[in-house]
């Protein structure tokens, strides 16, 4: 399943995104990836591989592919041949970036995506998926308006007139976040 920014760009074509991000609920062998990859006469550049994680670039596009436990729950979409994970499913996946690293390409992504979906239908996804163990409303508050670590990243290159500045994104995340937090805690309480 392709999901992540590349899968996000692709529905809704806020900017450009060039790496591919697939998840797997199956366990996989990366020697016969590889292999399977050499027979295709692409040129591959493994980066990384581990248990249940495989990073490379192929023909020069960043490829990752994870183990990842957790259901996609969102209307399955298709592009091409390839199966790509629905905006809500990707939006709780921003949530939890945002909470382990928050680049700011993952506080783009989320901005664009709650221009058209409301958070608490993305709280309410993200304790589906993950659980109220993985949802903690207050630090996941703190790190939507923890700005630092994604102030040095560059600007994501837009499309289609999406062009917004930094600053916005900032201010946009200030004004709601006492909200998002209301939304994350009725989440965890309806469950």
Known sequence: MLAGGTAL???????????????????????????KIKKTKLKLETLSESQGTFLAKINGIKFSLFVYPYPFLDTIQTYQ?????????????????IYQR?????????YFI????????IASMAMQRFGKERVNPLQ??????YFSDAQMD??????????????T??????????QFVLDLENAITSE
Request: charged share 25%.
């Open 114 to 121: 709650l221009k058209s979906v409301p958070f608490h239908q």
């Open 140 to 145: 996941i508050g703190k790190s939507l308006v």
């Open 154 to 167: 560059p600007d994501p290159n837009y499309k289609n007139k999406c062009d917004v500045e930094w600053e």
């Open 81 to 97: 041949t390839v199966k790509i994970s629905g905006i809500l499913d990707i939006a709780a996946m921003k949530l939890i970036a």
């Open 9 to 35: 760009a692709l529905q809704i074509g806020h900017r450009v995104s060039v790496d591919l991000d697939f998840f797997t609920s199956l366990e996989f062998n990366s020697e016969q990836l590889i292999q």
């Open 102 to 110: 928050g680049t700011k390409r993952d506080f783009v992504d989320l």
């Open 169 to 178: 994104i900032k201010a946009f995340f200030k004004k709601h976040v006492k």
